[in-house]
T-cell receptor, first 114, second 114 residues
Framework: NAGVTQTPKFRVLKTGQSMTLLCAQDMNHEYMYWYRQDPGMGLRLIHYSVGEGTTAKGEVPDGYNVSRLKKQNFLLGLESAAPSQTSVYFC?????????????FGPGTRLTVL | GDSVTQMEGPVTLSEEAFLTINCTYTATGYPSLFWYVQYPGEGLQLLLKATKADDKGSNKGFEATYRKETTSFHLEKGSVQVSDSAVYFCALSDLTDSSYKLIFGSGTRLLVRP
């Protein structure tokens, strides 16, 4: 039982390049989330999904796209990377997304955009 | 909108000292409250939670009580260890746009010295 895994762990991009971050969970959770973590700002929600085939915008969705083709996977895409997207990205999942539901986090991807 | 405010860090303590990290919140509904911990180089993991007023969450010697009258959820531990050095995030879960989402504070770094 690996929990939530993320690939890659580190990545350096040049401005304008594209990439996809992969998140996978093996807990059969319905809800999945992508956050970014910036110094002094806590975690901010980028996009989330309430089930296979669904996606929705979070607090800071601009410049990102997501897809949830399979229940266990949630992909985050950057079509044209910008230096402002330099951050640590965390994926999380939860069972049903209810009020007291616990979110389980992956280890993070550190992205630098030059 | 909903928000979480935490005391700024870093908090530096000697081993066996008493710890308090303050957290207050604003919410339109009746949120659940959480403390997550992030150890160096890792993702966030749930430390404790409380889902209704006057509930006390506890885990690994840490405690926090959901105080609706003061809108607070302060984290305490009677005797900290070097291994408690980490970043601690207070968070609330509330219903927004038809689904429950976590809103995080900015995090408080704790450094425990031997």
């Amino acid at each position: 039982n690996a929990g939530v895994t993320q690939t890659p762990k580190f990545r350096v991009l040049k401005t304008g390049q594209s990439m996809t971050l992969l998140c996978a969970q093996d807990m059969n959770h319905e809800y999945m989330y992508w956050y970014r973590q910036d110094p002094g700002m806590g975690l901010r929600l980028i996009h989330y999904s309430v089930g296979e085939g669904t996606t929705a915008k979070g607090e800071v969705p601009d410049g990102y796209n997501v897809s949830r083709l399979k229940k266990q996977n949630f992909l985050l895409g950057l079509e044209s990377a910008a230096p402002s997207q330099t951050s640590v990205y965390f994926c999380a999942s939860s069972y049903v997304g209810s009020l007291g539901d616990t979110q389980y986090f992956g280890p993070g991807t550190r992205l630098t955009v030059l | 909108g909903d928000s979480v405010t935490q005391m700024e860090g870093p908090v530096t303590l000697s081993e066996e000292a008493f710890l308090t990290i303050n957290c207050t919140y604003t919410a339109t509904g009746y949120p659940s409250l959480f403390w997550y911990v992030q150890y160096p180089g890792e993702g966030l993991q749930l430390l404790l939670k409380a889902t209704k007023a006057d509930d006390k969450g506890s885990n690994k010697g840490f405690e926090a009580t959901y105080r609706k009258e003061t809108t607070s959820f302060h984290l305490e531990k009677g005797s900290v260890q070097v291994s408690d050095s980490a970043v601690y995030f207070c968070a609330l879960s509330d219903l927004t746009d038809s689904s429950y989402k976590l809103i995080f504070g900015s995090g408080t770094r704790l450094l425990v010295r031997p």
